[in-house]
């Protein structure tokens, strides 16, 4: 037991004041560890709990605690907050279960209706989170925030992962695209943006799924965000047909519920394609970072999906050749032709 699971032991002594076990819930890709308390006796109702290890000065526990009370009364199956101790980094929360959506949908990916009842879960949870959306409550998805998670792609997989200096045309490419998709991002409909609403964030619960975690970087941003991070996931891959047919079945209750999607579906797609492209550089950045910087190296291995998807998105739009022909010179590709629009 660590020095940081010393100091939390205590704590949920003194927190809880009966006898519990621990075990190790998660780990994620930041600072924080996760652990399921058991208890010997019933707490608040709760027959076990999820501590939160959020070491400070790396973490700030605040935000988490903010947007829990923000998805809660937006009706979401949010972590109720049962304790905290702010300046230790310190959480005590009620516990969604160990059944990630990732875990489901690979055991039953064959099973189309399965997956549908999902999917839909957590495009009505999606919704119902943006219809709670209010400018001015969580920080703005700007223009800065976007392009400093872009510029993770040339500092972290480009740099650091296949050891490339860019050269000034190359350097003039990469700005350029970034410019391209923020003013798109920028001039979509604005909402809460979960900013990690994936398979491996959404918990399989009994009543009000799906249940909802690490949402602690939230922000106000562009409304197709939070679906392309749930239907183009760096975890598990559908055909493009399947993430049509899901992104439809988003987009219909979303414009009947008076939410800021275009009227035509085609325009919808197109941004939720390009956010995505944004999405994507930035997460080859990080899982970049994760491994050259945190040695966590599992992350290597989701890389060719996220490429696959930038890619793809890159061939179909004419505004983003440059950097198809940027990541073939990269990578050593040949260029493919295909269609653009």
Sequence with gaps: ??????ELTVWLNATLKQAFTLTTASADASFRRYFRVHLVDAYLGHHSLIAMDAPPPQEDCAPFVKIAKLLLDAGLNAPQILAQD????????SDLGDTTYLSQLNAHRNELNHTQ???GD????LIKMQLHSQAGVLPNYDDALLTREMQLFPDWYVSKHLGVSLNAEQQAVLSNTFNVL???ILAQGQVIVHRDYHSRNLMVTVANNPGVLDFQDAVYGAITYDLVSLLKDAYIEWDEEQIIDWA???WQPAKKAGLPVPDDFSEFYRD???IGAQRHIKVLGIFARLSHRDGKDGYLKDMPLVMRYLRKVCERYVELRPMLRLLNQLENVKQ???FTF
């Design 1 to 6: 037991m660590d020095n940081r699971q010393l």
């Design 86 to 93: 702010l300046t230790n980094g310190f959480l005590l929360l």
């Design 117 to 119: 009842l999902l999917y």
């Design 122 to 125: 957590a495009t009505d949870a």
């Design 182 to 184: 923020n003013e798109n």
């Design 248 to 250: 439809v079945r988003y």
């Design 272 to 274: 939720f394609e390009w």
């Design 336 to 338: 493919q032709e295909g």
